[in-house]
């Protein structure tokens, strides 16, 4: 397997408009790429289909090898999906938020060494993991998130939106994370209205706009190679 996504002719309509009309889209295994566009012209809509939230009656959509919507229930098992309120439970502190994302995905729960050291690599300080996560910035949910990614080891990681509601700090954090799981093997695919994120992030970048998609334009790679590295230059 080459391609972790491979999408051909997906048409979406809403009633007499057309949402996503013949999109084309492959994504390598193993790469980060970005779906740019202006809020509501169908980034989510693209990414609910891939995991079977949304069915398109029209065009050919491949996840992993395995065809949409005859395998959904395999397809979401290997991809962690985040949508762009990044909800948690807000009763429950981030270690029980955790541990229920893994209950729930049929994942085996790890120890607490090995839940605090994800948490760690995601830009997440120590204080926060008994924090419960309705004191959670956006910013600290959606690292919350990526450790969760961390940890399931899925092939394939879906954001939706992942900068929405984060400064441009912030932004450039979560964006050295998302590179930091691509590197483990993970094949990335986000939406963003942030075309420099995108930029950034990603090794290809598709632009959404009158239900047509552009052709991926490949990004130079990131100045920025961890976490410590990004903190060291806003210095």
Not at 31 to 51: C, E, M, N, Q, Y
Not at 179 to 184: G, I, Q, V
Not at 185 to 193: D, F, H, K, N
């Amino acid at each position: 397997m080459t391609s972790a996504l491979e999408v051909a002719g997906l048409t979406l309509q809403s009633g007499a408009g057309v949402i996503l009309d013949r999109v084309e889209l492959r994504v390598p295994c193993g790469t980060t790429a970005a779906i740019v566009g202006r809020g509501g012209v169908g980034k989510s809509g693209l990414l609910g289909i891939l995991v079977g939230h949304i069915i398109a009656k029209h065009g050919e959509v491949r996840v992993l090898d395995r065809r949409i919507p005859d395998h959904v229930g395999a397809i979401r098992r290997q991809t962690t999906w985040v949508d762009r309120s990044g909800v948690l439970e807000p009763h429950l502190n981030v270690r029980q938020n955790v541990h229920l994302v893994l209950r729930l995905s049929q994942h085996a729960v790890p120890g607490r060494a090995e839940v605090d050291k994800a948490l760690r690599e995601s830009d997440l300080p120590d204080r926060v993991f008994d924090r419960s996560a309705a004191f959670l910035g956006a910013h600290e949910t959606l690292a919350v998130w990526i450790a969760v990614a961390r940890l399931r080891q899925t092939p394939l990681v879906l954001l939706d939106d992942p900068t929405a509601l984060l400064s441009p700090s912030e932004s450039g954090r979560i964006g050295v994370l998302i590179r930091e799981l691509c590197a483990t093997g993970a094949t990335v695919l986000l939406s963003t209205r942030d075309r420099r994120f995108a930029d950034d992030v990603a090794h290809a970048v598709h632009v959404l706009e009158g239900g047509r998609l552009s052709n991926g334009r490949s990004t130079a790679d990131s100045e920025f190679r961890g976490v410590n590295e990004f903190v060291a230059a806003l210095v």
